[in-house]
């Protein structure tokens, strides 16, 4: 059975049973103290409670005809349940091909400020026309979306209220594998849900985007603890539940949670301004290999490769293809997964200092950021025969000048010079470094190529155990390491 990271999209009210926790109404400030003991648990519990809200968000929806197989029509053994509870998520209605209607959906949050700033997830009230929250002793009040950023997944909402319970922000960065952590939400829209249990893994990368590696919990997460807090046990928010790893959408003990500090820089620009700006650097960037690294000088597999720099950017005239971006402002690059999170959280028009290995030797250059925007966000990790056709021994290749066939078949443009790769030994040096049929080798070393006989050339005037080659593929501009020896 496939398993994936799922999103964990609100609950719809009408397939849920509603029951809220009640609580008591104390003076507070922030729910934080010394260390948590097991015995005292409970005590955290009945202290951050109240501070975490359900989000009830009403959207317009579609729902489609019912399929034959789920046709519960009356008599049915389910039609009673479906009468007081409605139909289960995803289900469509059964009266009609399509019935245009609101529905409510649930999801979690919790207070950041005692003014009524509120926090959730983006996914929780995306296109939502109208959203309320509700405290554990059933108060509820009407809350205006602030502001949104899909990139992190995260919301934040405002109440007209005032000296609320709120829960502080905690260093994410702090938190250690193996310490317990408290989740508390809304999970089934069963209301104030808590469970518990440890960081089973930090900066886990789930394919949710550039800018959040992801704190890895086994505490159970389900549909509705979207947007709510993850506790350590000095009561801090270190984490905002928002996925899970799942076969069937219910929990396994694998859930995901953002991490405090990337919820810092974020709803702190959403509470100014709305929304969030970031910085822009102008570079496409793919990971040091082991064999990148022995071709370029490096000891050991890390920093950012640039693989192409993108016209009229903050980057043009200061970094070039074939750089390892090894810090930023100070800060390590250790892989390219550093690098757009560094950048993202540097403001527009900041001059910054970026660390380049050229050519073997350190550099430091200086560069003003440009602001990101859609059009502007690169990826990472850019991933037939011809005439003329050269065999390279030493490669374990058959490599070709590019033709006008070529150009097309590849859909290349005229602009674009270099050997295109026509056949490999799949037990060849070109097939272990991960070349391909089709990719276009465009520099070998640091000498651009146009015919087969450049490419044989550059590999003689080696003198080193491998050599970098920057390629075509797809599209994209990207650098493989080759070894030699």
């Known amino acids: 059975m496939t398993r994936h990271a799922t999103f964990l999209r609100p609950v719809p009210v009408a397939a849920t049973v509603l029951a809220a926790a009640s609580g008591a109404w104390l ?33 317009d929806r579609t729902d489609q005809a019912m399929p034959e197989q789920f046709a519960f029509g009356p008599n049915s053994p389910f039609e ?33 400020e005692p003014d009524g700033y509120i926090v959730t997830n983006d996914h929780v009230v995306d296109e939502a026309t109208k959203v309320k929250v509700r405290f554990s002793d059933d108060r509820e009040f009407d809350a205006k979306v602030v502001g949104t950023d899909q990139q992190t997944d995260l919301a934040v909402l405002k109440i007209d209220a005032e000296d609320l319970p709120y829960l502080p922000l905690g260093n994410s960065d702090a938190i ?4 317990d952590v408290i989740a508390v939400g809304n999970p089934f829209g069963l209301g104030g849900t808590v469970t518990r249990g440890i ?41 905002v539940n928002s996925a899970i790893y799942s076969p069937n959408g219910g929990s396994v003990g694998v859930g ?7 919820v810092k820089q974020v709803v702190m620009q959403l509470k100014d301004g709305g929304s969030v700006e970031r910085g822009w650097l102008g570079v496409s960037i793919q990971t040091v290999t082991p064999d990148i690294a022995a071709a370029v000088g490096l000891d050991e597999p890390k920093g950012a490769l640039v693989a192409e720099v993108v016209e009229d950017s903050p980057a043009q005239g200061k970094l070039k293809t074939g750089d390892v971006i090894v810090s930023f402002d100070g800060k390590q690059v250790d892989s390219s997964r550093d690098l757009p999170k560094l950048v993202a959280a540097a403001a527009p028009d900041h001059d910054a200092t970026v660390g380049i290995l050229r050519d073997g030797k350190a550099e430091t250059i200086t560069l003003k950021l440009g602001r990101l925007d859609a ?4 990826s990472l990790d850019p991933s037939q025969s011809h005439q003329g056709s050269t065999a390279s021994e030493q490669l374990g290749a058959t490599l ?64 080193h155990d491998a050599i970098l080659f920057q390629i075509a593929r797809n599209g994209a501009r990207l650098f493989v390491g080759v070894r030699l020896g």
């Open 199 to 239: 960081v089973s893994a930090v900066s886990r990368d789930i394919n949710a985007g550039p800018y959040v590696d992801f704190i890895q919990t086994d505490a159970a997460i389900n549909r509705g603890n979207s947007g709510g807090p993850l506790l350590n046990l000095q009561g801090e928010v270190i984490g």
């Open 176 to 179: 250690r594998v193996g310490e």
């Open 80 to 112: 009673e349940f479906f009468r007081r509870f409605g139909m289960p998520e995803g289900m469509p209605s059964p009266n009609g091909p399509q019935q245009h209607q609101q529905g409510m959906a649930l999801g979690s949050g919790f207070v950041m």
């Open 27 to 59: 003076a507070w400030a922030p729910i934080a103290g010394a260390e948590t003991q097991p015995g005292e648990v409970a005590d955290l519990v009945e202290r951050a409670s109240p501070a975490v809200v359900t989000v009830l968000a009403t959207q």
């Open 400 to 463: 070709s000048a590019l033709t006008p066939a070529a150009r097309e078949q590849l859909r290349l443009s005229d602009d674009m010079d270099g050997v295109v790769i026509t056949s490999l030994d799949g037990s060849g040096l070109a097939a272990e470094a991960g070349l391909e049929v089709g990719d276009v080798i465009l520099q070998v070393g640091n000498n651009e190529v146009h015919t087969p006989a450049d490419v044989d050339q550059a590999l003689k005037d080696q003198k």
């Open 375 to 378: 059009e502007k966000m690169a």
């Open 256 to 262: 995901f949670a953002i991490p405090s500090n990337t």
